[in-house]
């Protein structure tokens, strides 16, 4: 008699990009290493070292145009977020048609942090209920979905799971483990991981509680990261791709 063919297992896609965040990719990395049945694959336009915004250098295993079908693509952030647009517009832009071709037939598309600004441009988002690190709302709001209210960890939509801020991806990436494989799962890796987080400080979003202490945080956040800049250029890059290719 045959022994029972083991489930194949489900292929997860992380694209890197220059700057991206180092948490927003190897956070959910970590999770999703001790989930069971899941095959992780880093990504890239081509096989050098992709440098982080912490300068942390990673070898990616495929290039966008060898990467197999995924089974779940994750999206992360990045500190530079104009210099994907640059590289034009989609139909004609390798990251994000490499994006928009994985999503047609992924079974999860997820984005942390302001991958959800990177997946917008793809049109990944169009109709969804999302979220992004909060300085960033505003310019995800300017894609056609819904922005969800506050500042949530992690919002599903569909087939869509979108987080919040850089260490969001966590909470994000645990959810997502339990969505594919129960809650069981999702404690096995909580646990291993002692993901317990108890900060000395609370000033995790603009409404966390000593931010009432310190009400210039947030602007300050907002001035380092060059925001209204970032806000600009998407909608500039919006404007000119009123005739986008539809890929599903």
């Known amino acids: 008699m045959n022994a029972p063919k083991a489930p194949s297992k489900l292929k997860v896609g992380i694209p890197l990009y220059p700057t991206f965040d180092s948490l927003d990719v190897l956070g959910p990395y970590q999770v999703f290493t001790y989930a069971p049945n899941l095959d992780l694959h880093l990504v890239a336009a081509d096989k050098c070292a992709v440098t982080s915004l912490e300068g942390v250098q990673i ?5 966008f145009a060898s990467c197999p079908q995924l089974d779940v693509l994750l999206v992360p952030g990045a500190a530079d977020l104009i210099a994907p647009l640059q590289a034009g517009p989609l139909g004609k832009n390798p990251f994000f048609d490499f994006l928009a071709m994985q999503a047609k037939d992924a079974k999860l598309v997820c984005t942390v942090c302001t991958g959800a600004l990177i997946a917008g441009a793809a049109g990944l988002l169009d109709g969804h209920l999302v979220t992004t690190h909060w300085a960033h709302l505003e310019t995800l709001a300017l894609f056609p979905c819904t922005v969800a209210t506050g500042y949530p960890r ?8 979108s987080s919040g801020g850089i260490s969001s991806g966590i909470d994000a990436a645990l959810f997502t483990v339990a969505h594919l494989f129960g809650e069981e799962a999702a404690m096995d890796c909580q646990l291993k991981m002692q993901y317990r987080p108890q900060p000395p400080v609370h000033a995790g979003d603009p409404t966390d509680s000593d931010i009432s202490t310190h009400p210039g945080l947030p602007d300050r956040v907002r001035s380092d990261w060059h925001v ?5 250029a998407y909608l500039q890059w919006l404007s000119g791709r009123s005739d986008r290719p539809r890929y599903f």
């Open 59 to 63: 070898l990616p295993e495929f290039t």
């Open 228 to 232: 209204n800049d970032v806000r600009d």
């Open 154 to 161: 992690y919002v599903k939509s569909g087939n869509r799971i």
